[in-house]
């Protein structure tokens, strides 16, 4: 199986409560995967504002290490 294009982003939330936050919004988001008890990975291809606008909604729950990657591409 092919891995899916885009970008990750990694949150301290589970995938269920990840789609319930995101249900009717989009921003380019491909798929949402668990990564373990809550945590989930949400594989997007949000740029620009849609991507500043992802980050916002899910921005109390970012883990710590995608939160340092973030802050170091702005």
């Known amino acids: 199986m092919s891995e899916i294009k885009g970008d990750k982003l990694h949150v301290n939330l589970s995938a269920s409560q990840v789609r319930r936050r995101l249900k009717g919004l989009g921003f380019g988001v491909r798929k949402v995967q668990s990564a373990g008890r809550n945590e989930a990975v949400i594989i997007h291809t949000a740029t620009g504002g849609h991507l500043r606008e992802l980050r916002g909604i899910f921005e109390d729950v970012i883990s ?5 990657l973030y802050t170091n591409e702005e």
């Not at 710590?64 to 340092?68: E, G, K, L, Y």
């Open 64 to 68: 710590a290490s995608a939160r340092d």
